[in-house]
């Protein structure tokens, strides 16, 4: 049974920095894509980052901004936000792709994810 679970999430003030963490087990330790999501109060569910086939991907919104990485050694993978802005106030989730696919902003196409983690930016 896959497993993923956020952390990192919490209060900040515009500007500052956070990195969120995923932490995985089972088969999702071993997933082809890693990504990042996210959905504010009153919208729909986004892409933000993912690493996939050892490249990286961004919304545009967060590109130069945000980054994620990965931590094989630790079954984890991270998204460390920079500069944030009170439009980054959301929940983040994680979630995985086991096979490799063409798409990976498309949340549809994610086989599992995690609880999700608030982050909170205030102005």
């Known amino acids: 049974q896959e497993q993923l679970v956020e952390s990192g999430g919490g209060l900040v003030q515009a500007g500052d920095s956070l990195t969120l963490s995923c932490s995985a087990s089972?088969?999702?330790?071993?997933?082809?894509?890693r990504g990042w999501f996210r959905q504010a109060p009153g919208k729909e569910r986004e892409f933000v980052a993912a690493?996939?086939?050892?490249?990286?991907h961004y919304l545009n919104g967060v590109r130069g901004r945000f980054t994620i990485s990965i931590d094989s050694a630790k079954n984890t993978w991270y998204l460390q936000m920079s500069s944030l802005k009170p439009e980054d106030t959301a929940v983040y989730y994680c979630?995985?792709?086991?096979?490799?696919?063409?798409?990976?902003?498309?949340?549809?196409?994610?086989?599992?994810w995690g609880q999700g983690t608030q982050v909170t930016v205030s102005s």
């Open positions: 979630a995985v792709q086991f096979t490799g696919r063409p798409v990976v902003d498309r949340e549809t196409l994610y086989d599992a």
């Open positions: 690493y996939s086939g050892g490249m990286t």
């Open positions: 089972g088969r999702a330790f071993s997933a082809y894509t």
